[in-house]
């Protein structure tokens, strides 16, 4: 099953993509306006072939919504009219810290590379859920 990773913020939305069980990152999208957004993402997904698009769900430490949260429903009502693939949420509380540690690792100076931590954390939500879908 093919799916879609998504790490969606205001300025930027992170994007990976999963064929089989490994998650990889795809690419940065620099946010325009929620209707190209949203079409440029749904080009992705007819392009792909995707069934599932997995959404990284910013809640709060103590597990409660944050305001992004409603930003994030919102923007993924908006996806979900223009897409056919199921749309699933996931808890993406430190998938960014897990992102700047990965590219940290691998000697990456977090600064210089903003859109890439959007990319990875996709592919931490992404790889969240595919592992979750393993057990």
Not at 63 to 68: A, D, I, L, N, V
Not at 121 to 128: C, F, H, K, R
């Amino acid at each position: 099953m093919n799916r879609l990773g998504l790490d969606i913020g205001k300025a930027r939305i992170g994007v990976a993509m999963s064929y089989s069980v490994l998650a990889s990152n795809l690419e940065t999208i620099y946010c325009k306006t929620w209707t190209k957004d949203t079409n440029y993402i749904a080009s992705i997904v007819e392009k792909n072939n995707i069934e599932e698009v997995v959404v990284g769900m910013p809640y709060n430490m103590d597990g409660t919504e944050s305001e992004m949260c409603e930003y994030v429903k919102k923007f993924c009502e908006m996806l979900k009219s223009k897409i056919h693939a199921k749309i699933c949420f996931v808890d993406e509380r430190l998938s960014s810290i897990s992102a700047e540690h990965i590219m940290h690792d691998n000697g990456v100076k977090v600064s210089k590379k903003k859109g890439l931590i959007d990319q990875i954390a996709a592919s931490v939500i992404l790889q969240t859920y595919l592992d979750c879908q393993q057990k």
